[in-house]
């Protein structure tokens, strides 16, 4: 059984900095590329990033240079960097494994100007 627990959301100030962490188990983790999605109120979730087993990554446009997406395989974890925040990117952050259809709670994320 899947399980993955995100943590590190906060409340920050536009221009800030937040460093999400996602601890996954259940799964080959060096094998399956990941992702963190978020969700906004009132809007769909969206995929923000990815990285694949090996560690090539990709972004939505929104948040290109300022996000980065890492992972450690020995600690099957995942993260996102986010910096120079802005209140756009308010929303719960979820990790997920792309092979897998398992969310986890979420973080929440708040962003004041």
């Known amino acids: 059984q899947v399980q993955l627990v995100e943590s590190g959301g906060g409340s920050v100030q536009a221009g800030g900095s937040l460093r999400l962490s996602c601890a996954a188990s259940?799964?080959?983790?060096?094998?399956?590329?990941m992702a963190w999605y978020r969700q906004a109120p009132g809007k769909q979730r969206e995929l923000v990033a990815t990285?694949?087993?090996?560690?090539?990554?990709n972004y939505v446009g929104s948040v290109k240079g300022r996000f980065t997406i890492s992972r450690d395989n020995v600690k099957s974890m995942v993260f996102l960097q986010m910096n120079n925040l802005k209140p756009d990117d308010t929303a719960v952050y979820y990790c997920?494994?792309?092979?897998?259809?398992?969310w986890g709670q979420g973080t929440q994320v708040t962003v004041s100007s």
């Open positions: 997920k494994a792309l092979s897998d259809s398992t």
């Open positions: 259940g799964i080959i983790f060096g094998i399956n590329p």
């Open positions: 990285i694949s087993g090996g560690g090539l990554t």
